[in-house]
T-cell receptor, first 115, second 115 residues
Framework: SQQGEEDPQALSIQEGENATMNCSYK?????LQWYRQNSGRGLVHLIL?????REKHSGRLRVTLDTSKKSSSLLITASRAADTASYFC???????????????FGQGTILTVHP | KAGVTQTPRYLIKTRGQQVTLSCSPI?????VSWYQQTPGQGLQFLFE???????NKGNFPGRFSGRQFSNSRSEMNVSTLELGDSALYLC??????????????FGQGTRLTVV
């Protein structure tokens, strides 16, 4: 089963607007990562935030992490048509090192940015 | 630095056949993980290899197997293909220091269609 739950499932905005996607998870984690996927292609790594971090920035991306609520958000500012894609959060499990290589993904948010 | 390379990009196979997919990780990365992505189940973890050893395995039947070579390249094999095996198969590369840094980088995937 998927650990991450993403919200909303789909988001449609105009170019220049901000897009916010949320991710919730169920167990403790070492870190959380966000990925972008364009139309059935590979996953592009966007950002990793560690469990002891609360906020991280990368270009137009801002990620927050609230471990007490087991949730994260991804904000894309000043969106562009090229940002149209599916966005996934992925978590590992802080389970004493037995989760090697296993990232658990949410179902993703489909973002459409209209020119 | 070259990214993760997966070959082939597309495959069409007949039910009952077997298939082998290949993944070359980022230079210096010793961990390779495999994922299956389908519209219904999303992204699901298959297995992870580190230094030629399988460290973790997902909940897939024994028809799904893999291996890793001394140069960290990995292959996955699916025997006795079923229609439900049609999916995008993604390979992820990481340093493999799982409890310290689980940042994973994905290839473009292999689209397998079983007819």
């Amino acid at each position: 089963s998927q650990q991450g739950e993403e919200d909303p499932q789909a988001l449609s905005i105009q170019e220049g607007e901000n897009a916010t996607m949320n991710c919730s998870y169920k167990t403790s984690i070492n870190n959380l990562q966000w990925y972008r996927q364009n139309s059935g292609r590979g996953l592009v790594h966007l950002i990793l935030i560690r469990s002891n971090e609360r906020e991280k920035h990368s270009g137009r991306l801002r990620v927050t992490l609230d471990t007490s609520k087991k949730s994260s958000s991804l904000l894309i500012t000043a969106s562009r048509a090229a940002d149209t894609a599916s966005y996934f959060c992925a978590t590992d499990l802080n389970a004493g090192g037995t989760s090697y290589g296993k990232l658990t993904f949410g179902q993703g948010t489909i973002l459409t940015v209209h020119p | 630095k070259a990214g993760v390379t997966q070959t082939p990009r597309y495959l069409i196979k007949t039910r009952g056949q077997q298939v082998t997919l290949s993944c070359s990780p980022i230079s210096g990365h010793r961990s390779v993980s495999w994922y299956q992505q389908t519209p219904g189940q999303g992204l699901q973890f298959l297995f992870e290899y580190f230094s030629e050893t399988q460290r973790n395995k997902g909940n897939f039947p024994g028809r799904f197997s893999g291996r890793q070579f001394s140069n960290s390249r990995s292959e996955m094999n699916v025997s006795t293909l079923e229609l439900g095996d049609s999916a995008l198969y993604l390979c992820a590369s990481s340093l493999g220091q799982w409890q310290v840094n689980t940042e994973a980088f994905f290839g473009q995937g292999t689209r397998l269609t079983v007819v």
